[in-house]
């Protein structure tokens, strides 16, 4: 079965540092998800990427798609506290499959 | 739309004792998930439906665990009898397909915190 890693798997910046999270995916990639937790809430869907190369922003978050490599990144630049949370990878188990593998989260602290 | 809906948001329990938990998906969407989320084992995908019939339910853990989706907004996932070792949080997503295969994101409920005692 798919199995997504996540490195690191806690981080804490001050802020305005820019950061990188990592998803590394043990089999083929058919698309990727990036959400975002916050304790005791649900998962914000953050972005996904389909094609290798693929590279999506938004706002001061990007995301890029290695699908030779299995990975993922995502980069945050000028963190602010906001962004405090755990970022989660989530990937389907096939190309035609609706069943969705996740990693096991990044936890991140922006310090003030 | 209200989003995701998820009842009840808390529930403490005995062990032995039947639990519900109730989804209400976004209207119009034809994807429904059960998740669950520890510290140990993180997010799982328990089941899934499509237009209200279950898919793939390889990620029930054991006969205890039961879901059904009887109409295009709602469902539920029973325990009967409750562990402790069944105490987590219980996410609830729907998502929209288009065409065949499903792209789109899935939108998660708020989750339900459930502690068996």
């Known amino acids: 079965s798919q199995e997504l890693e996540q490195s690191p798997q806690s981080l804490i910046v001050q802020e305005g540092k820019n950061l990188t999270i990592n998803c590394t995916s043990s089999k083929t990639l058919y698309g990727l998800y990036w959400y975002k937790q916050k304790y005791g809430e649900g998962l914000i869907f953050l972005m996904m990427l389909q094609k290798g190369g693929e590279e999506k922003s938004h706002e001061k978050i990007t995301a890029k798609l290695d699908e030779k490599k299995q990975q993922s990144s995502l980069h945050i630049t000028a963190s602010q506290p906001s962004h405090a949370g755990i970022y989660l990878c989530?990937?389907?188990?096939?190309?035609?499959?609706?069943?969705?593998?996740f990693g096991p989260g990044t936890r991140l602290s922006v310090l003030p | 739309d209200a989003g995701v809906i998820q009842s009840p948001r808390h529930e403490v329990t005995e062990m032995g004792q039947e639990v519900t938990l109730r989804c209400k998906p976004i209207s119009g969407h034809d994807y429904l998930f059960w998740y669950r989320q520890t510290m140990m084992r993180g997010l799982e995908l328990l089941i899934y439906?499509?237009?209200?019939?279950?898919?793939?339910d390889s990620g029930m853990p054991e006969d205890r665990f039961s879901a059904k989706m009887p109409n295009a907004s709602f469902s539920t996932l029973k325990i009967q009898p409750s562990e402790p070792r069944d105490s987590a949080v219980y996410f609830c997503?729907?998502?929209?397909?288009?065409?065949?295969?499903?792209?789109?994101?899935?939108?998660f409920g708020p989750g339900t915190r459930l502690t068996v005692l």
């Open positions: 997503a729907s998502s929209l397909s288009s065409g065949r295969i499903s792209y789109n994101e899935q939108f």
């Open positions: 439906f499509n237009n209200n019939v279950p898919i793939d």
């Open positions: 989530g990937a389907r188990g096939g190309n035609y499959g609706q069943n969705f593998v």
